[in-house]
């Protein structure tokens, strides 16, 4: 995605990378831990963090901003699992990821196995010790939860497996936006909904709009990632396009056409900013990260 024209998403960038690195192990530890810095530190676009950051400025939560950061990172952490085992050879069986060999090619399949696995409780870890005046234990065992739901057997997990086995098959659109929401867009909203628990005497109805903003967002994200499988550029997406055909899979393109497509994500994107722009705070850079989400080239 391109930043330059958007500084705080640069700034916010150069936030969540040196969370990040303080949440890892020691690279030198063992071959796992250099796998693991390998498929951490890699130049993902990190639009979690960058969700959890923005909503938390939008919102004035009163969490140190060390501290945002390091649950921002922790959002990461979980996506960079899912990545690790959604290239494993028994799942997309992908070469590429964010413009080098994924973590089994570069290493091999058990260390890979490992690496993500160790990623995941790690994120965890991270939010657990977190210290804060302002965050009570109540709330992060409550972001905990919302988390471990996100990408367990109701959440990525369960998308996960409705894509293996919609291998080969056609899904109607109805199907595609579930499976999608289930893979990737319940994470999003658990990046959106951990601000909220962290917000003090957050109204219902607030929570409600973010949350129906985030799926919005989530499935326009999605789309486009679609598309970009299809007609993107494969030094810039950092992995080869056409993956999706590869393994007959069902995407947006293939049930809508690819301009249909694009109207969707766009429309999806126009009702997320009309959510944004009723509500009694500065959405300005939301707002421009939503603008970028349907645009975007990688
Ligand atoms: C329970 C965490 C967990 C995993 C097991 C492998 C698996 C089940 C789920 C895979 C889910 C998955 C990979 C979803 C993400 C799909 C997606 C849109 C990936 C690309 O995200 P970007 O564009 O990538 O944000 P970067 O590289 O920028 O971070």
Do not use: W
């Not at 936030?15 to 530190?41: C, D």
């Not at 494993?88 to 069986?93: E, G, R, S």
């Not at 109701?154 to 109607?172: F, H, S, W, Y």
């Amino acid at each position: 995605m391109k930043t330059k024209d958007v500084n705080f998403l640069e700034e916010n960038l150069t936030r969540i990378n040196k969370a990040l690195f303080k949440t890892l192990p020691e690279k030198e530890n063992s071959r796992v831990t250099e796998a693991i810095h390998y498929s951490v530190m890699n130049g993902g676009k990190r639009i979690r963090p960058q969700i959890i950051l923005l909503l938390c400025e939008m919102l004035e939560v009163e969490i140190t901003s060390d501290n945002v950061d390091l649950i921002a990172a922790a959002g990461e952490l979980i996506h960079c699992y899912s990545l690790i085992h959604d290239d494993l050879p028994a799942m997309d069986d992908d070469d590429y990821r964010r413009g080098q060999l994924s973590c089994h090619k570069q290493f091999d399949e058990a260390t890979a196995i490992l690496a993500g696995d160790a990623i995941q409780p790690l994120s965890l870890e991270v939010l657990t010790s977190l210290e804060d005046p302002n965050l009570e234990a109540k709330t992060k065992l409550e972001i905990i939860n919302l988390f471990a739901r996100a990408c367990g057997p109701e959440g990525m997990v369960e998308g996960q497996n409705r894509d293996i086995l919609a291998e080969n098959k056609v899904l109607t659109e109805e199907e595609l936006d579930e499976l999608h929401y289930l893979k990737t867009g319940k994470l999003i909203e658990a990046c959106v909904l951990c601000v909220c628990l962290m917000k003090k005497n957050i109204d219902k109805d607030l929570i409600e709009k973010l949350k129906t903003f985030s799926n919005k967002f989530g499935l326009a994200f999605q789309i486009r990632d679609d598309i970009l499988d299809e007609i993107g550029d494969e030094e810039t997406i950092g992995k080869p396009v056409k993956s999706d055909l590869k393994n007959n899979k069902s995407t947006y393109p293939s049930i809508l056409g690819i301009e249909e497509s694009q109207k969707k994500a766009e429309l999806l994107i126009e009702e997320a900013l009309l959510i944004l722009d009723k509500l009694p705070f500065n959405t300005e850079k939301l707002n421009a990260l939503c603008k970028l989400v349907v645009n975007r080239k990688n």
